[in-house]
């Protein structure tokens, strides 16, 4: 059973007052899985673990037949219906490990930082890729390797004599599996994969990989936060773009 953890009251409220702050989200993440989406117009998609439905719904304002979008949390999807509700789009309470339960297929499968929580991502993918038309595309993001690394979860930055940001150390790279660590609350579970075995399970699925990116921030971003400097130290999330065959 996965953990519910967006559901719990405190991690729910320090949560989305951080998304509504110039998160790493907005100023990092999305501006770099953007630059990776397909023109959606016409195209039936699915959004995995969509959160409060920000993106489900700019996929249906730009012009998609239908998007689905599921996530496991009762409040944010309490927030996607009230706040990013629109005629084309379809919110559903459910478990990504559940995906094999839907009937209709999609031109397109997205996901923000959601599939770090995924316990089985072989099954995701291998779900997913049924799920997808022929020359369907898979784009989603996830927390880098490199974050999810380390057993305790406790990787960090150092700083030389002057308070510059010189280096990151992490550890347990090559030991995949659950981790569990502090994040607004205690015992937040995560899965960590090495990038070899993220890139071979979708290559050994089937998948055709087309993009592969650890985004560095743009330079408007690193006005808005100068502490961005970090991602050329050790980036904290990977964007990967897959397509089916055709
Ligand atoms: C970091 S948030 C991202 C939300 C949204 N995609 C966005 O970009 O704003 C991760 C989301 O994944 C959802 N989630 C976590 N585990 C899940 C699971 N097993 N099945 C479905 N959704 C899950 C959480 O409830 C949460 O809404």
Known sequence: MSQNIYDNETFFREYMKLRGEKSYNDLLEQPAINKLLPDVKGKTIL???????????LFAQNGAKKVVGIDLSQKMLEVAKKEFCHPCVEYRRMDMSELSSL???FDMVYSSLAFHYAE??????????????????????????I????MDCKGHHNLDESGNFVSYTFSDYAKSGQRVGP???EGVINYHRTMGEIISMLAHTGFIIKDVVEP????????EKPDLIKE??????????ARKPE
């Open 47 to 57: 959004d995995i673990g969509c959160g409060y439905g920000h993106n489900s719904c």
């Open 103 to 105: 009937t209709q297929k």
């Open 120 to 145: 089985n991502f072989q099954k995701l993918i291998a779900d997913i890729y049924v799920l997808l038309n022929e020359g369907g595309y898979l784009i989603y993001s996830q927390e880098h390797p």
């Open 147 to 150: 974050v999810t690394a380390t």
């Open 183 to 185: 994040w607004f609350v």
């Open 216 to 223: 560095i921030p743009e330079s408007w971003a690193m006005k």
């Open 232 to 241: 050329y130290i050790k980036p904290t999330f990977l964007i990967i773009k």
